[in-house]
């Protein structure tokens, strides 16, 4: 028989105990979801009015500053911004904006300089959309300035989040292979881009509903796009429209690569040219840019359409990180 001082002392210990596993956190996983943007939060003033024109200027770029825009005529064709930057620049994994805003000032080695927000944006009116720079004091810089303040706001402050970035995907050890894209740009994306990648029109003929692919009315070399791997990455998870989830791709991603390379294949689909050349430093360069010089043995076949793992194994081996 237990004495009732022992037994007191067995119920303290327990107590504390309880106490203590009460009060010790728990590492529960978190889930990751995918940041939801609200719009009915946009604010109803001034700067409100701004954010909803810059929302409005991401989705119908070309109707406002395009060829024919009817607020000033920058863009040399009549691509939207939403066209790469899917939901105005909110769905994950298409070239995600959410945290442009505090992003910038920074680095970018295509440029080989500090670029600010601002100089960004002209980038990409200049680029994909073959324009001229828009000037910084403009109502729709301002615009599209305050819209991307506003959804920065969405983003946890200095933290990566579920599709900030494309979809990674894993290399093939052939390289990407255009014939078989052309048969899959066919089944699935002919549809929508048409069979000479031309893109279908608005009915009011200011911008696209599917934009075109190459051509003199599709994006520059230099681009984005234009890269072989950086295609591939948000057709896994965009393409097609109404097939494909990012966590649940429709395309495998040796078939992303293939209809990347078939669309992006310089000798069989010309597209607008550009007088100046990227990466002034080229260690720096993306291992899919097919413009020398390289700082490895590589062709520029190679560069284009891979295979790319001897490339990233050959960098690795030099000391120097792998870009794309």
Known sequence: MLSSKLILVVLLVISCFSIYISCTPVNVEKKAELIKIDLAQIPKNKFGDEVRYGRELMLRTAYYIGPQGIKGKYLGNKMNCTNCHQDAGTKAFSFNLLRSHEQ???YRPREGRVLTLTER???CIERPHNGKALPVDSREMVAMLSYLKWINGFAPKNES???AKNLEISFPERAA???KGEELFGLHCQRCHGANGEGILHASDSNYI???LWGEKAYQPGSSMHRVIKQAQWLKANMPFDKAIWNKPFLSDEEALDIAAFVNDDLIHPRPKVANFDYPHPEEKSIDYDIGPFI?????MQHKFGPYLPIIVYLKSKGITPVY
């Open 296 to 300: 490895d043995t590589f062709p520029i």
């Open 104 to 106: 910038y000032p920074q």
């Open 210 to 212: 599917y934009p075109p």
């Open 177 to 179: 292979n255009p014939k």
């Open 121 to 123: 944006i002209n980038n």
């Open 161 to 163: 989040f579920l599709g």
